[in-house]
């Protein structure tokens, strides 16, 4: 693990932020180390996680491997500064499918990681964020409160997600620990539309740009960051439960303006 770190930060503690790799993880970790965090990247692939002179530490990590996990709790164990914040993002995007005609296989993955996952990684962290006062964040989705065709499996796991987090808040009440879901709307990770629209729609780029023609301005993984990172500055006792975010052509999940 490299743990190189700025000097030049205020101390707000140790963040870990999994799927640090690419989109949202990737920009979260550097927005919070500007932010004076000081940051655990954790990501499968260590290859496009933030560099070491950008003042982020890098841990690999398989959130649905109980081993790799339990590493990532010793290393935040074993670090000088106390855990205040876990942004659980790790997740994977499925092939667009309809119900009838989807894989099983896609199903079981997605759910491993995205809901899985997360238990997993939240279990093993949590007395950490809970004896150090912390904040966990879980990036959902709209669609986990309102599907689309052929997104069942997505959708499904980003439903389960949102259970998941407003379970914990019901049972982490009367506990020093805030729990906040972070769920983005039409989001274009980059150029090509990212990662998850490249997996969706199996590298095509005529499929991927018909889903952004005539939008202005989809949110980036960026602008998710920000958000990241106010609702983890707030005052101790100011607990964001839920921030949806969508860009300004969106209004709903099944009604977006297009110019042409």
């Not at 439903?159 to 879901?181: F, H």
């Amino acid at each position: 693990m490299n743990t190189s770190t700025s000097n030049n930060r205020a101390p707000r503690g140790l963040a870990v932020v999994t799927g640090a790799s690419v989109g949202i993880g990737q920009a979260t970790a550097q927005a919070l180390e500007k932010a004076g965090y000081t940051v655990i990247a954790a990501s499968r692939r260590l290859t496009t996680v933030p560099s070491a002179d950008s003042g982020i530490a890098t841990h690999q990590l398989d959130v649905t491997d109980a081993d790799s996990v339990a590493a990532l709790e010793r290393t935040v164990a074993a670090h000088p500064l106390p855990l205040t914040l876990l942004v659980n993002n790790a997740g994977i995007p499925t092939h667009a499918a309809t119900i009838a005609d989807s894989d099983l296989a896609d199903w079981r993955a997605t759910y491993d990681t995205n809901v899985i996952g997360v238990v997993q990684t939240t279990q093993a962290l949590l007395p950490h964020l809970i004896r150090h006062h912390g904040h966990v964040q879980f990036i959902g989705s709209t669609v986990g409160r309102v599907p689309y065709e052929r997104g069942a499996a997505y959708a499904a796991s980003k439903y389960a997600l949102t259970a998941l987090v407003q379970t914990l808040r019901l049972e982490a009440n009367g506990l020093p620990v805030r729990i906040t879901e972070i769920a983005p709307g039409m989001m274009r990770g980059d150029a090509d539309g990212g990662e998850f629209m490249r997996t969706r729609f199996h590298n095509d780029p005529a499929a991927i740009a018909a889903v952004y023609q005539g939008v202005d301005n989809p949110l980036t993984p960026e602008d998710i960051a920000e958000c990241v990172v106010w609702c983890a500055t707030r005052p101790a006792h100011v607990d964001i439960d839920l921030m949806e975010i969508r860009p300004l052509a969106q209004a709903a999940q099944h009604k977006v303006h297009r110019t042409h």
